[in-house]
């Protein structure tokens, strides 16, 4: 059992920058992939950025890749989203998630995750 708390949302200016955290509880998170969703008011989620049990591997959306970056520190069951030239379009709220058996960064629908945070509400003025 794994469970996932947000953290580090805000109301930042355009082209600013924030940076999320995913806080987990749970001896076996450090085996999970972590993947990190949005879901903006009226519009279906969106997948952001998922990255590996290891922290070796990611993979992003192309509307974040280059702005955004993912990592981990296992020592301390933390992955982490940095969010730099942050555009209004990238208001949401953000999710990060996890699936049993999941180890590599994927992409995702969502569908099939079975652990998430309650998410953290991030937005960014123009």
């Known amino acids: 059992q794994v469970q996932l708390v947000e953290s580090g949302g805000g109301l930042v200016q355009a082209g600013g920058s924030l940076r999320l955290s995913c806080a987990a509880s749970g001896r076996s998170f450090s085996s999970y992939a972590i993947t990190w969703f949005r879901q903006a008011p009226g519009k279906e989620r969106e997948f952001v950025a998922s990255?590996?049990?290891?922290?070796?591997?990611?993979v992003y959306a192309d509307s974040v890749k280059g702005r955004f970056t993912i990592s981990r520190d296992n020592a301390k069951n933390t992955v982490y989203l940095q969010m730099n030239s942050l555009k209004p379009e990238d208001t949401a709220v953000y999710y990060c998630?996890?699936?049993?058996?999941?180890?590599?960064?994927?992409?995702?629908?969502?569908?099939?995750?079975?652990?998430w945070g309650k998410g953290t509400l991030v937005t960014v003025s123009s």
């Open positions: 998630a996890a699936k049993r058996g999941l180890a590599r960064a994927a992409i995702s629908n969502g569908d099939g995750m079975d652990y």
């Open positions: 990255i590996s049990w290891t922290g070796g591997s990611n």
